[in-house]
């Protein structure tokens, strides 16, 4: 769930509390920016990991190799919970798309 958290904060930007000097070059954030497409990429590969380590952990508990239930369940609701997420965003980018298209230019 962490790493969800971490591409969050990488799509946010960094939370700094000055304002930016225009005399200092921004060049240095700006190189270490990732961009939209390799964020989501990277979203929907952690995503993609939290689901198989879920299950994993699932069936190690019904094939007797685990007995940590509680981990298995945690697993599975943060799996649940960054699917949904996924969906979310989805839903919201394709709202945004619909929307731009019906602008008039």
Do not use: C, H, W
Not at 57 to 83: C, H, P, R, T, Y
Not at 84 to 93: A, D, G, V
């Amino acid at each position: 769930m962490t790493q969800i958290y971490d591409l969050i904060q990488s799509i946010q930007g960094p939370q700094t509390s000055k304002k930016s000097d225009p005399l200092q070059g921004e060049n240095k954030s700006e190189a270490t920016q990732k961009s939209f497409g390799d964020t989501m990429s990277d979203f929907l590969n952690v995503v993609n990991s939290n689901s198989k380590e879920a299950g994993q952990q699932v069936s190690d508990v019904v094939q007797g190799k685990s007995d940590n239930l509680a981990q298995a369940m945690i697993s599975m609701e943060e799996s649940k919970m960054s699917f949904q997420l996924m969906l979310e965003i989805r839903t919201k980018l394709l709202e945004s798309y619909q929307e731009i298209s019906r602008m008039q230019v």
